[in-house]
């Protein structure tokens, strides 16, 4: 499980931790269903906008979620964002079991 953080004033442990409670609380301990991915995605971005914007601050979020049933094939994903460091931040968490991979990035910009 990796994690990168940048702007770490705005995006911090404790959103990783988060992230990681969102995706636990929806494919912890399942297997890999195609028929069920559609749902999980929307579930665990709803599950972490929601505990971000409960937290008050003056942010706009943007969450995606990416799930892949592990294979030999491979994936690849890239963010980049050209925003005020010093204010603005984001947080990728990694995840898996032994059926699929889980990537979520979330991005905080700063409502001025």
């Not at 269903?33 to 665990?44: E, L």
Request: proline share 0%; net charge negative.
């Amino acid at each position: 499980m990796e994690e990168y953080n940048s702007g770490e004033e705005v995006i911090t442990y404790t959103y990783t931790d988060a992230i990681f409670q969102c995706i636990e609380g929806v494919i912890g301990g399942t297997d890999y269903n195609q028929n069920k991915i559609n749902q999980w995605t929307a579930s665990i971005v709803e599950r972490c906008l929601n505990h971000f914007v409960k937290q008050g601050r003056a942010f706009k979020y943007i969450v995606n979620c990416t799930i892949m049933q592990k294979s030999s094939a491979g994936l690849h994903t890239a963010n980049s964002c050209y925003w005020d460091t010093a204010t603005d931040g984001s947080c990728t968490v990694r995840w898996e079991n032994r059926t699929m991979y889980c990537v979520v990035s979330v991005f905080a910009v700063a409502v001025a």
